[in-house]
């Protein structure tokens, strides 16, 4: 069972930034591919971005790309996500997630283990 703790949500100006942690409990945090969503209020939980175990390999929702950065420090069993630019409407509940068998979904389904979530609120 692999315990997902995120951090460092708040509230911001548009256009400005802020940097999600996410913190696991598992000592093999290095074999869980792992992702990012974002609920909006009344909105479907969507996809934000994902990294391989290893770090190596990333990938986003065409709507974040060339401003959010996903990255991982396996030795601090910790995923973060760097959000610049910020926008209103990205306005939401932040979450990070493991998966234990896929690499490069953006399906919450194929997501094992899920954290709290994180609030960040992006005014105008």
């Known amino acids: 069972q692999v315990q997902l703790v995120e951090s460092g949500g708040g509230l911001v100006q548009a256009g400005g930034s802020l940097r999600l942690s996410c913190a696991a409990s598992?000592?093999?945090?290095?074999?869980?591919?792992m992702g990012w969503f974002r609920q909006a209020p009344g909105k479907e939980r969507v996809f934000v971005a994902g990294?391989?175990?290893?770090?190596?390999?990333?990938y986003y929702a065409d709507s974040v790309k060339g401003r959010f950065t996903v990255s991982r420090d396996n030795a601090k069993a910790t995923v973060y996500l760097q959000m610049n630019s910020l926008k209103p409407e990205e306005t939401a509940v932040y979450y990070c997630a493991a998966s234990i068998r896929y690499y490069g979904s953006t399906y919450d389904y194929d997501y094992d283990y899920w954290g709290q979530g994180t609030q960040v609120t992006v005014s105008s």
């Open positions: 990294i391989s175990g290893g770090g190596s390999s990333s």
């Open positions: 598992e000592r093999t945090f290095s074999t869980y591919r």
